[in-house]
């Protein structure tokens, strides 16, 4: 088991900034971490990933605001969000992948909230 915390979100203003963290109860050099949202009534979505050679991926809407990025010594992936919009407001949830066996884990989610 894999237990992973995520800290940082709030409510900011559009325009604002915010910086999540998720802290991994286990090391996360081996595998692949990323940021998922779900906000009311919709889907939970991809936003941010990073493979263990420091890859990174983002959907499309968060480019250029988002940066994912992991500290393998202090085992914490980190999610700085910046120019944020209404758009961004949701649950924002950590993911750890563990290739070998497989298997996923999810942290409880902190709340972003973007006011108009």
């Known amino acids: 088991q894999v237990q992973l915390v995520e800290s940082g979100g709030g409510l900011v203003q559009t325009g604002g900034s915010l910086r999540l963290s998720c802290a991994a109860s286990?090391?996360?050099?081996?595998?692949?971490m990323s940021w998922h949202r779900q906000a009311p009534g919709k889907q939970r979505e991809l936003v941010a990933a990073?493979?263990?050679?420091?890859?990174?991926s983002y959907q499309d809407s968060v480019k250029g605001r988002f940066a994912i990025s992991r500290d393998n010594s202090k085992n914490i992936l980190y999610l700085q969000m910046n120019n944020l919009k209404p758009e961004d407001t949701a649950v924002y949830y950590c993911?750890?992948?563990?290739?070998?066996?497989?298997?996923?884990?999810w942290g409880q989610g902190t709340q972003v909230t973007v006011s108009s």
């Open positions: 993911k750890y992948v563990r290739v070998f066996p497989r298997a996923d884990y």
């Open positions: 286990r090391n996360i050099f081996n595998s692949i």
């Open positions: 990073i493979s263990s050679d420091d890859i990174t």
